[in-house]
């Protein structure tokens, strides 16, 4: 098991910055393709990013390329989505979620290809 715990969220205006957290406990997260996904009110959960175990790759969906960073720090068990730039349309509860390297591919924008999630943080951007 590995436990997921996000935090950053907050209220922020259009054009604004906010960094998100997940900090895992209870196993090393260097065993875990990482991602970060979110889901607005009515909406499916969505892909937002995704890094490869050791950090070395990184994904983005395309609305948030340029804008949204995703990144690592193992020995920190740490995994940090830095947002830039951010709209109204990026309000959304964000989930950080882990995917073994032992599933193939070093990444997945499916919610089901990952095996453990956080329970969410909410970012609210205002016009």
């Known amino acids: 098991q590995v436990q997921l715990v996000e935090s950053g969220g907050g209220l922020v205006q259009a054009g604004g910055s906010l960094r998100l957290s997940c900090a895992a406990s209870?196993?090393?997260?260097?065993?875990?393709?990482m991602g970060w996904f979110r889901q607005a009110p009515g909406k499916e959960r969505a892909f937002v990013a995704a890094t490869s175990f050791g950090g070395g790759r990184t994904y983005y969906a395309d609305s948030v390329k340029g804008r949204l960073t995703i990144s690592r720090d193992n020995a920190k068990n740490t995994v940090y989505l830095q947002m830039n730039g951010l709209k109204p349309e990026d309000t959304a509860v964000y989930y950080c979620?882990?995917?073994?390297?032992?599933?193939?591919?070093?990444?997945?924008?499916?919610?089901?290809?990952?095996?453990?999630w956080g329970q969410g943080t909410q970012v609210t951007v205002s016009s």
């Open positions: 209870s196993r090393s997260i260097s065993n875990y393709n």
């Open positions: 979620a882990a995917r073994s390297i032992y599933r193939s591919g070093s990444s997945s924008d499916l919610p089901r290809e990952y095996d453990y």
